[in-house]
């Protein structure tokens, strides 16, 4: 079984920043990416940004690209989402998530994840 453990949401201030963490444990085999999904009450989850295990390629929604950064750090295990510029309408509970097999072609869609986080809230005043 997988474990992912989210940390770092909080309240901020337009304009300023959040880093986001998702540590993962347990029997990780076959890690294809991690992604970061949002979800604001009332709305769907949409996709935020992930990146592959294995080689590190990104891919960052449109709406926040130029803003927010994803990484991962192998050796931990850990995906860094870092939020730079945020506004109120980032505001919504964030979810860290690992996607099986390796070979998946898209990492954009939520359905194709197996393991969730909690989430974490991240909440931006104007």
């Known amino acids: 079984q997988v474990q992912l453990l989210e940390s770092g949401g909080g309240l901020v201030q337009a304009g300023g920043s959040l880093r986001l963490s998702c540590a993962a444990s347990?029997?990780?085999?076959?890690?294809?990416?991690m992604a970061w999904f949002r979800q604001a009450p009332g709305k769907e989850r949409e996709f935020v940004a992930a990146i592959r295990w294995a080689t590190g390629i990104t891919d960052i929604a449109e709406s926040v690209k130029g803003r927010f950064t994803i990484s991962i750090d192998n050796g931990k295990n850990t995906v860094t989402l870092q939020m730079n510029n945020l506004q109120p309408g980032n505001t919504s509970v964030y979810y860290c998530a690992l996607q099986t097999p390796v070979g998946r072609p898209t990492m954009r869609i939520s359905g194709t994840y197996d393991y969730w986080g909690q989430g974490t809230q991240v909440t931006v005043s104007s």
């Open positions: 347990g029997r990780i085999f076959g890690a294809n990416a």
